[in-house]
């Protein structure tokens, strides 16, 4: 290479990681991001650390827990001294652009200049669910002028992406582009998921089982969320047609994830906000530079990995303060996969919660006397909820109540104080759920398998 690789995120909002066919979808919904997760690096086992919007991005943007940063909830603007990617790439000379939806600053609008993360060039709206719907898009550029785009709002961003794109194709410096989608989230104003017109009625060939399973929305919005992710995979497709066009594709590392799933309201009143795999686990590809040719990533990565693993794989030191760990010495053999890594999970506005999510195991707890607005945490927990997703990977059936697992639980229950205090938090005092019986339950002896 001649030069340090451009860097390009690819980030939709509420997309399961389910929807893909390299997580199992049968629907063909995602051909562009299959061909990338074939060719490229797939992050088979992917979460997010904060299953909502702002805390979410927050942990993405610094590598570091939504606790640490303060952006524990929504509508907080993230602090000027936890840096983001676009700082430390603004140091080692890259164009940063931001173009979306950004969910860190005040307001929902246009974004003062001093909350945009350090990225210079900007076309976004803080909140771009209120300020555009889906063929009405508009975002604020570099001096917060309201700019219309044309198109489905998809296509819209996407083509800005392509001028970005395209007017740094000469500039001598590489750069670092954020593109952030709205979909597949749901339009508030509507509480609907507004598809591209040509898919906006065409019925879901397929219901994920957690969904099926149990009472929600699904049935009535799947159509429509399945017709977003489909648009969202033609504009991936685009992007790297584009770069194939401007011979960018392996000097330009390109990464594919969103903040969080969506469970149709089958856990709580709406959308995410839960310790289930359906608010948690997403998609995650890499394509380009040291990634393609990766394969299939096996090991668990969360949300706040990739700071340091982008900036690792540019060459770039990782700050000794980033929480995320770099996956590039796994994905360049430099050292075989650790085993048993365990995801820790922060619930708020839903509850006051956090949960550990381990190669078998979901445990979580939370603290019912606490607000999940105002309160970040709390000094006392109490058990909610235990699956064993090797025998129930939709999360179906609670165990939490039964004397059988109560071994598990023990040991659980230090693997998150240990985890939660690994994140900067206080080791909390953890309850155990009443227990009962539960049928003929097997008996658990012994821990190898948590």
Same mark, same amino acid.
């Given at each position: 290479?001649? @030069?340090?690789?451009?860097?390009?995120?690819?980030?939709?909002?509420?997309?399961?990681?389910?929807?893909?066919?390299?997580?199992?979808?049968?629907?063909?919904?995602?051909?562009?991001?299959?061909?990338?997760?074939?060719?490229?690096?797939?992050?088979?086992?992917?979460?997010?650390?904060?299953?909502?919007?702002?805390?979410?991005?927050?942990?993405?943007?610094?590598?570091?827990?939504?606790?640490?940063?303060?952006?524990?909830?929504?509508?907080?603007?993230?602090?000027?001294?936890?840096?983001?990617?676009?700082?430390?790439?603004?140091?080692?000379?890259?164009?940063?652009?931001?173009?979306?939806?950004?969910?860190?600053?005040?307001?929902?609008?246009?974004?003062?200049?001093?909350?945009?993360?350090?990225?210079r060039w900007w076309l976004g709206a803080n909140s771009?669910?209120?300020?555009?719907?889906?063929?009405?898009?508009?975002?604020?550029?570099?001096?917060?002028?309201?700019?219309?785009?044309?198109?489905?709002?998809?296509?819209?961003?996407?083509?800005?992406?392509?001028?970005?794109?395209?007017?740094?194709?000469?500039?001598?410096n590489p750069f670092f582009l954020f593109l952030s989608?709205?979909?597949?989230?749901?339009?508030?104003?509507?509480?609907?998921?507004?598809?591209?017109?040509?898919?906006?009625?065409?019925?879901?060939?397929?219901?994920?089982?957690?969904?099926?399973?149990?009472?929600?929305?699904?049935? @009535?919005?799947?159509?429509?969320?399945?017709?977003?992710?489909?648009?969202?995979?033609?504009?991936?497709?685009?992007?790297?047609?584009?770069?194939?066009?401007?011979?960018?594709?392996?000097?330009?590392?390109?990464?594919?994830?969103?903040?969080?799933?969506?469970?149709?309201?089958?856990?709580?009143?709406?959308?995410?906000?839960?310790?289930?795999?359906?608010?948690?686990?997403?998609?995650?590809?890499?394509?380009?530079?040291?990634?393609?040719?990766?394969?299939?990533?096996?090991?668990?990565?969360?949300?706040?990995?990739?700071?340091?693993?982008?900036?690792?794989?540019?060459?770039?030191?990782?700050?000794?303060?980033?929480?995320?760990?770099?996956?590039?010495?796994?994905?360049?053999?430099?050292?075989?996969?650790?085993?048993?890594?365990?995801?820790?999970? @922060?619930?708020?506005?839903?509850?006051?919660?956090?949960?550990?999510?381990?190669?078998?195991?979901?445990?979580?707890?939370?603290?019912?006397?606490?607000?999940?607005?105002?309160?970040?945490?709390?000094?006392?927990?109490?058990?909610?909820?235990?699956?064993?997703?090797?025998?129930?990977?939709?999360?179906?059936?609670?165990?939490?109540?039964?004397?059988?697992?109560?071994?598990?639980?023990?040991?659980?229950?230090?693997?998150?104080?240990?985890?939660?205090?690994?994140?900067?938090?206080?080791?909390?005092?953890?309850?155990?759920?009443?227990?009962?019986?539960?049928?003929?339950?097997?008996?658990?002896?012994?821990?190898?398998?948590?």
């Amino acid at each position: 290479m001649t @030069q340090k690789p451009n860097v390009i995120f690819f980030f939709t909002d509420q997309q399961r990681y389910d929807t893909t066919g390299a997580g199992g979808n049968p629907c063909g919904l995602t051909p562009n991001f299959d061909s990338m997760a074939s060719d490229g690096t797939y992050a088979q086992y992917a979460f997010s650390p904060q299953p909502v919007c702002g805390p979410a991005r927050a942990a993405l943007q610094t590598g570091k827990y939504a606790t640490t940063t303060g952006n524990f909830k929504n509508a907080v603007v993230l602090p000027e001294e936890h840096r983001t990617m676009a700082d430390y790439f603004n140091e080692a000379g890259y164009d940063t652009g931001y173009i979306g939806k950004w969910h860190l600053g005040e307001g929902r609008a246009a974004v003062p200049e001093g909350q945009r993360g350090g990225y210079r060039w900007w076309l976004g709206a803080n909140s771009l669910e209120h300020t555009s719907t889906a063929y009405d898009t508009t975002v604020y550029d570099n001096d917060n002028r309201p700019v219309r785009l044309p198109g489905y709002r998809v296509d819209a961003l996407t083509d800005a992406a392509i001028r970005f794109i395209d007017g740094r194709k000469d500039s001598g410096n590489p750069f670092f582009l954020f593109l952030s989608f709205l979909e597949p989230h749901f339009q508030n104003c509507f509480d609907d998921f507004p598809a591209p017109d040509v898919y906006r009625n065409v019925p879901p060939a397929y219901m994920p089982p957690d969904l099926g399973a149990l009472s929600g929305t699904a049935w @009535q919005h799947m159509g429509g969320y399945y017709g977003m992710v489909r648009r969202l995979d033609e504009a991936l497709g685009r992007i790297r047609d584009v770069l194939k066009s401007l011979h960018m594709t392996e000097n330009t590392i390109l990464v594919f994830t969103s903040d969080h799933g969506c469970h149709f309201k089958t856990r709580n009143a709406e959308y995410k906000r839960s310790c289930h795999e359906s608010s948690i686990r997403i998609p995650l590809s890499f394509y380009g530079g040291p990634f393609t040719g990766g394969g299939k990533l096996r090991e668990k990565v969360s949300l706040i990995d990739l700071a340091p693993t982008v900036l690792d794989a540019c060459g770039l030191p990782v700050p000794e303060d980033m929480q995320g760990r770099s996956i590039m010495p796994y994905v360049r053999h430099e050292e075989p996969l650790p085993s048993g890594r365990d995801i820790l999970i @922060q619930i708020s506005e839903s509850q006051v919660g956090r949960a550990i999510r381990t190669d078998r195991w979901k445990y979580s707890v939370e603290a019912p006397d606490r607000d999940p607005v105002k309160d970040s945490s709390s000094r006392e927990y109490t058990e909610a909820f235990l699956y064993d997703l090797e025998h129930d990977p939709y999360e179906l059936h609670n165990l939490i109540h039964s004397s059988a697992h109560e071994k598990v639980c023990l040991a659980l229950a230090e693997k998150l104080k240990k985890r939660m205090e690994e994140a900067g938090e206080e080791v909390p005092v953890i309850h155990p759920a009443p227990k009962r019986k539960i049928g003929q339950l097997m008996v658990f002896d012994g821990e190898e398998n948590l």
